[in-house]
C-alpha cells in the first residue's frame, strides 16, 4: 500500500502569557491508503492539535512553525487558503468529537448539507437535494428528517448527519477526533461498525483520534502513542497489544480493565504529564517512568525503528535490523 498522508517532523507552537508552548514536537507519522491510523494519548498530548494543524484549522495564536505534510506528494504546507479550500472536504474532511460543533442548531440540516455539497460539486439544487438523500441512506437516516433541525435529531443520529456530510465528496482521508466520545457506549457501537463499514465500502483512509486506546486496539490498523505533543511509539494493533515497547504505552494499557479473564488491579500511570512551556530536560517522560535512569533525565531519546514499530526511549537500541531492549533496571526508583 502506498502512503496517502505524510507527516514529517512538525511543529505546533502557540503563544501564552507564560510563553511559547511546544503542543506538538518533531512529529512523522505516515497514513497509507485504506488505513486506519490511531493517534492516542493523554488530554492535551498534541493529538488534536496535530489533526488541526493537518485539515488546516488551527486558529491563532496557535502556528505551525515547521515541518512537512503531504497529501498523495503534494506538500499541503505550500497551499494558499483558496488551493487549500479545494482540498478541504473533497480531500480531507474531518469529524469533530461533538456533532452540535459541526451543526449550525439554527439551520435545517439539509441547507447545511447543500451548502457543502453545492459549494465543492458542479450540481444544481435537485441533484444536490437527491445526493444528500443518498448520503443520508449510507448512514441508516430517513430522508425525511433533511428537514429537521439539529436539535430534533437524538445525539446518535447528529453524529451520523455529520459522518454523512463527510463522505459528501467522497474524500480520501477522513480524520475523526474524538468522533463516538460524547455517546453513549451503545449508540458508540452503533456509530463505530457504521464507520467501518462505510470505509470498507469506500476505500478512504482514517487519522482516528481517542484517549480510549481499548477502542482504537478495537478499530485501527496501526497506532500511535503521543506524549507531551512527542510521538513516542507506532505500532501495528495487533503487535501493540501484546508487545508495546516504550513505558508510556505500558503504562496505558495497564489503565484499562480487561474485557476478559482474571480480574487484575489496575496500575495507572503515577504524576500528571508536564508543562508543556517548560518541559522536562532530556525524555519528557522521566518524571512518571518506572525505568528512569541517569541518561533519560540529561538527553531526549530519539526515536528509531524496525519491522516492529517505532519507538523513542532509551531502553532500546539498534542490533541488526532490529531493536534490542537493555536491561529495564531503574537507576531511580
Ligand atoms: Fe523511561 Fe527513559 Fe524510556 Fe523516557 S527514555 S520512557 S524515562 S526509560
Known amino acids: ?4 498522508l505524510e507527516v514529517k517532523n512538525l511543529n505546533i507552537e502557540y503563544e501564552s502569557n507564560r510563553g511559547k508552548v511546544h503542543a506538538v514536537n518533531n512529529v512523522s507519522f505516515s497514513i497509507k491508503k485504506g488505513e486506519i491510523f490511531g493517534l492516542v494519548g493523554e488530554s492535551g498530548c498534541g493529538k488534536s492539535t496535530t489533526a488541526f494543524g493537518i485539515s488546516r484549522l488551527l486558529r491563532p495564536p496557535a502556528q505551525i512553525t515547521g515541518g512537512s505534510i503531504k497529501l498523495n506528494g503534494t506538500e499541503l504546507m505550500n497551499l494558499s487558503e483558496q488551493e487549500f479550500d479545494k482540498i478541504r472536504w473533497n480531500k480531507i474532511s474531518i469529524i469533530l468529537q461533538s456533532a ?6 439554527v439551520i435545517k440540516i439539509q441547507d447545511q448539507l447543500l451548502d457543502a455539497i453545492l459549494a465543492h460539486k458542479k450540481m444544481n439544487v435537485k441533484e444536490a437535494i437527491k445526493h444528500a438523500k443518498y448520503l443520508f441512506s449510507l448512514v441508516d437516516i430517513q430522508s425525511d428528517r433533511l428537514n429537521s433541525y439539529p436539535h430534533e435529531l437524538s445525539g446518535g443520529m447528529r453524529q451520523r448527519v455529520v459522518i454523512a456530510m463527510a463522505l459528501a465528496l467522497k474524500p480520501d482521508l477522513i480524520i475523526m477526533d474524538e468522533p463516538t466520545t460524547a455517546l453513549d457506549v451503545v449508540v458508540q457501537n452503533g456509530i463505530i461498525n457504521k464507520i467501518l463499514t462505510l470505509q470498507k465500502e469506500f476505500g478512504f483512509s482514517i487519522l482516528f483520534i481517542t484517549h480510549d486506546l481499548p477502542l482504537m ?10 506524549y507531551a505533543g512527542e510521538l513516542v511509539e507506532v505500532m501495528k494493533r495487533e503487535e501493540l497489544l501484546h508487545g508495546a515497547r516504550h513505558p508510556y504505552t505500558k503504562g496505558l494499557l495497564q489503565s484499562f480493565p480487561p474485557l476478559k479473564g482474571k480480574k487484575t488491579r489496575l ?22 517512568c518506572p525505568h528512569a535512569m541517569t541518561q533519560c533525565m540529561e538527553y531526549e531519546p530519539q526515536i528509531l525503528g524496525d519491522e516492529k514499530g517505532l519507538v523513542a526511549c532509551h531502553l532500546y537500541r539498534v542490533e541488526g535490523d532490529t531493536l534490542e531492549q537493555i536491561s529495564a533496571t531503574s537507576e531511580r526508583y
Request: charged share 15%; hydrophobic share 30%; glycine share 10%.
Open 217 to 226: 486496539l478495537e478499530i485501527c490498523d496501526r497506532v500511535g502513542v503521543m
Open 267 to 288: 496500575k495507572g500511570i503515577p504524576g500528571n504529564p508536564p508543562d508543556l512551556i517548560t518541559p522536562p530536560k532530556g525524555c519528557n517522560f522521566h518524571p512518571r
Open 1 to 4: 500500500m502506498t502512503n496517502l
Open 100 to 105: 452540535m460543533n459541526n451543526l449550525n442548531p
